[in-house]
């Protein structure tokens, strides 16, 4: 059975993106309620 590492690497991709969205909106997020 072969490893697909396109598959993986999009996935990482997505976490990666994911993470930064977050990163970026919580601190916004938190100095907008306080």
């Known amino acids: ?3 697909n590492y ?3 690497k999009a996935s ?3 976490v990666k993106e ?3 969205v977050t ?3 919580i601190p ?3 100095f907008l309620t306080m």
């Open 18 to 20: 994911c993470s930064i």
């Open 6 to 8: 396109d598959h993986v």
């Open 28 to 30: 916004l997020f938190a």
């Open 1 to 3: 059975m072969e490893f």
């Open 12 to 14: 990482l991709l997505d």
């Open 23 to 25: 990163v970026t909106f």
